[in-house]
């Protein structure tokens, strides 16, 4: 089965600029999450769709970031303005259904330099 | 909130030996999930092991073992029989069962298989 597609897969920015992530999730997946890893770090929840609502947003930050999953398939995330510390790899992954014992499947992600 | 922590930032192994990558988690919860995901360079994460918290036998997959201990709040991996291609980022992650079950990961233990 095909994967979890994300494009670009680098992107350079400068500070205030705004930027575009993409996802096409496997298909017949519900359950969708964005993720930020910073450097160093593990993977951390941005945001969690289940079709096309919103199921978990409480760590997204919503003056900059914005998500949307249309007709509850693809997905963008964007920030607008960037900010150095948004630097970082964003990951999208889908499951199946949002149940605890699903397994994730993740996209190779983004790599974002904000300079 | 449930917190997951890998001590381990890097570790080494000789091939076709086994080694041991540690992982710890603080919940209050009975009902959940334990995964152990591997990330190559490519940035793509990928499920290695997963664990139900009811379930008091350990998982194994080939050469990939836990060692659960749910008292503790341990969760172990061990891989045997070390290979190459095992060199990577590994991330211990918890999953709850009830609402709201973000997956959170620890900061990963970098390993290193030494020909």
């Known amino acids: 089965e095909a994967g979890v597609a994300q494009s670009p897969r680098y992107k350079i920015i400068e500070k205030r600029q705004s930027v575009a992530f993409w996802c096409n999730p496997i298909s017949g997946h519900a359950t969708l999450y964005w993720y930020q890893q910073i450097l160093g770090q593990g993977p951390k929840l941005l945001i969690q769709f289940q079709n096309n609502g919103v199921v978990d947003d409480s760590q997204l930050p919503k003056d900059r970031f914005s998500a949307e999953r249309l007709k509850g398939v693809d997905s963008t995330l964007k920030i607008q303005p960037a900010k150095l510390e948004d630097s970082a790899v964003y990951l999208c992954a889908s499951s199946l259904n949002p149940q605890g014992r699903e397994k994730l499947f993740f996209g190779s992600g983004t790599q974002l330099s904000v300079l | 909130a449930q917190t997951v922590t890998q001590s381990q930032p890097e570790m080494s192994v000789q091939e076709a030996e086994t080694v041991t990558l540690s992982c710890t988690y603080d919940?209050?919860?009975?009902?959940?999930?334990l995964f152990w995901y591997k990330q190559p360079p490519s940035r793509q994460m990928i499920l290695v092991i997963r664990?139900?918290?009811?379930?008091?036998q350990n998982a194994t997959e080939n050469r990939f073992s836990v060692n659960f201990q749910k008292a503790a709040k341990s969760f172990s991996l061990k891989i045997s029989d070390s290979q190459l291609g095992d060199a990577a980022m590994y991330f211990c992650?918890?999953?709850?069962?009830?609402?709201?079950?973000?997956?959170?990961f620890g900061a990963g233990t970098r390993l290193t298989v030494k020909p």
């Open positions: 919940t209050s919860e009975s009902d959940y999930y």
């Open positions: 664990q139900e918290a009811y379930k008091q």
């Open positions: 992650a918890y999953r709850s069962n009830y609402n709201n079950n973000d997956m959170r």
